[in-house]
């Protein structure tokens, strides 16, 4: 909450609810309002797109969200209007999303590596493919671990560097803070093919100007603990799996964060690979994996969905057995 730009305060039954000004009246929101809003957004562009009504939908998830977030993810699509066919992880729908522009699936089995680093979560699979057969075999992730928090790092790192400088402290002025963060988020963009970038914002602060050239040595030396809790979840997966981390054919790489190239090269180290599948763009790997399986589901017959019969997945998070034990139940050797 720290992080959020907006503020969060307790609803009705407990639940969190975003408090906003809207044309000078403050309104509050719950999580599912607003995530309904965006899918009203794509609800909108689809139906543009292919010129007639949209009313099923196939919404990814993140692999470690519990079922009441993805009760919540599914309300949020009734309140836009969509029957919800089914909700699916997003790693799952990268590995089919994978499958389908593999060339080499049906040749036998393959075990597959699904990195899946977007803006607020990291969620990793190990999935065996063979022929027309997905088995996801281990998951693991972070729900709170993403490209937001990378862009966080490098906001609070200007902040003290603002006060150094000008010895006025920024972070109590919303405005000022959203347009750093802003301007953070792109500059990490450019690093992802670039050296080193300019951030420049103009009377950021009380009229001053503020300007500073970032390296990527710097935002990873910043990042540098969060990069390595990616590979410690990247280890947890491939130890949950039981196999050996040599026997991985292929890496394949989601979610825009996906592209910082420190993340790519300790997956390549990790993983004794000279090359990364990019074979699909990372930005739309989980969305075409979800039109594909909305086709499935829908009774749509392509041939480039033949390749596709089955996708078996494993729950990411423990399950357990609650007993009652009572006392006459009890032996003593």
């Known amino acids: 909450m720290k992080l959020l730009p907006f503020k969060i305060i307790c609803g009705t039954e407990d639940k969190p609810v975003v408090v906003v000004t809207l044309n000078g009246q403050e309104k509050q929101f719950s999580a599912e309002d607003i995530s309904s809003m965006v899918l009203v957004k794509m609800k909108k562009v689809a139906e543009s797109f ?4 949209v009313e099923d939908a196939v919404i990814t998830v993140p692999a470690y969200f519990n079922d009441s977030q993805r009760q919540a993810t599914k309300d949020a699509g009734s309140i836009a209007g ?3 066919l089914r909700i699916i992880s997003e ?4 590995a089919t999303a994978y499958g389908l522009n593999s060339e080499s699936t049906s040749t036998g089995k393959k075990n597959v590596f699904v990195f899946d680093l977007g803006g607020g979560t ?4 190990i999935v065996a ?3 027309d057969k997905f088995e996801v075999m281990a998951t693991a992730g ?3 671990l993403g490209g937001v928090d990378f862009d966080s790092r490098m906001v609070n790192y200007y902040v003290g560097e603002f006060r150094r400088k000008h010895d006025k402290d920024i972070s109590s002025n919303p405005r000022a803070m959203r347009r750093l963060k802003t301007a953070c988020a792109r500059a990490k963009r450019v690093l992802s093919f670039s050296v080193e970038t300019r951030i420049e914002i103009d009377a950021l602060f009380e009229g001053i100007d503020f300007s500073t050239t970032i390296t990527r040595p710097k935002f990873e030396e910043l990042n540098m603990d969060l990069l390595a809790k990616c590979m410690e979840t990247v280890e947890k997966c491939s130890s949950d799996a039981q196999i050996n981390k040599n026997s991985v054919d292929d890496v394949v790489l989601a979610g825009g964060s996906s592209r910082i190239p420190k993340v790519q090269q300790m997956l390549q180290e990790f993983f004794n690979k000279e090359e990364l ?3 699909i763009n990372p930005d739309e790997a989980v969305g075409y994996g979800a039109a594909v399986q909305a086709s499935i589901l829908s009774g749509w017959s392509n041939d480039d969905l033949k390749d596709v019969q089955s996708v078996e997945e494993v729950a990411p998070l423990s399950l357990g057995v609650e007993t009652i034990l009572r006392s006459h139940d009890v032996r003593h050797s």
């Open 91 to 94: 790693p799952t729908a990268a």
């Open 122 to 125: 990291l969620d990793v699979f």
């Open 50 to 53: 292919i010129g007639s009504d």
């Open 142 to 144: 972070d729900a709170r």
């Open 82 to 84: 969509l029957n919800v």
């Open 129 to 131: 493919s063979k022929e």
């Open 277 to 279: 599948c990019k074979s």
